[in-house]
């Protein structure tokens, strides 16, 4: 009877240190080990695995999470520093300060050589003179039209213009006396006469409808111009010229219309 009992009890005993032992194996946690690298590896092998890194459970999302973390910084501070590097590159734009050169615009200033214009002091040495008998040439000649008119012709034979004054003083033959100006032919500015240039005066000798007095014929004339320091003979027909007492003269002027319309 007490063998029985012993056997019973080391069976108990046995039994008791059995599950002592599986309790201990199931405490160390080795189960749970090999439960979650069978699931990991489950996961890795079907797609829906894959997609659970994106899902909110902490356990998958821990790993790569904190990878992510770690590649954002590095990104943004590479990024950042290469974008920083980029913008301060754009400070070279400073160097559109060299704009300034604009200012050797200054030499503009040069345009002041214009003052070089004084060269037209070359037309104050070809200032004009006097007409004179000394450098002109005079001719008279008896017109058809108007009638009764002498047109006097004077040329400048010189190298330099020459101004002829006034009108010109004729007489004819020992006339003691020179007949007055027509007023109205006066023109407006000197005529002035370049090298090789006339000039032109006209001399009504006698009334076309006759009615003037002491009428004669003359046969020479002398003609003073110039403020009469200079005297020209110019020859008249060889059967001389009529004048009466209705003679008179025209200023000088530029062009021979312009004379012979008095």
């Not at 990878?67 to 980029?86: F, H, I, L, R, V």
């Not at 704009?99 to 004084?118: E, N, P, R, V």
């Not at 009334?207 to 014929?217: H, L």
Request: aromatic content about 4%; charged content about 10%; hydrophobic content about 30%.
């Amino acid at each position: 009877m007490s063998t029985r009992t012993n056997r019973t009890r080391m069976l108990v005993a046995a039994a008791l240190t059995a599950a002592t032992l599986t309790l201990t194996a199931c405490g160390s946690g080795e189960g749970v080990h090999d439960e979650g690298a069978s699931a990991g590896s489950a996961s890795t092998s079907t797609p829906t695995a894959s997609a659970k890194p994106s899902s909110p459970s902490p356990k998958a999302s821990g790993g790569t999470s904190t990878g992510a973390g770690q590649a954002d910084p590095a990104s943004s501070t590479s990024e950042g520093s290469a974008g920083g590097a980029a913008g301060s590159s754009g400070t070279t734009g400073s160097a559109g300060s060299s704009g300034s050169a604009g200012s050797s615009g200054s030499a503009g200033s040069s345009g002041s050589t214009g003052i070089s214009g004084s060269s037209g002091s070359k037309d104050s040495a070809s200032a004009s003179i006097h007409c004179s008998s000394a450098s002109t040439r005079m001719a008279a000649a008896v017109v058809s039209r108007p009638l009764n008119h002498l047109l006097l012709t004077i040329t400048n034979t010189g190298s330099k213009n020459c101004d002829l004054t006034g009108y010109p003083a004729v007489r004819f033959d020992q006339a003691q006396s020179v007949p007055p100006a027509f007023e109205d032919s006066k023109p407006q500015a000197v005529v002035t006469l370049a090298p090789g240039e006339s000039g032109y005066a006209s001399v009504l000798l006698s009334a076309a409808d006759g009615s003037g007095s002491n009428g004669r014929t003359a046969k020479s004339l002398s003609v003073s111009f110039g403020g009469g320091a200079s005297v020209a003979r110019p020859s008249l027909p060889a059967k001389g010229v009529y004048v009466d007492d209705s003679i008179g003269v025209s200023y000088w002027q530029s062009t021979m219309a312009d004379a012979l319309a008095w």
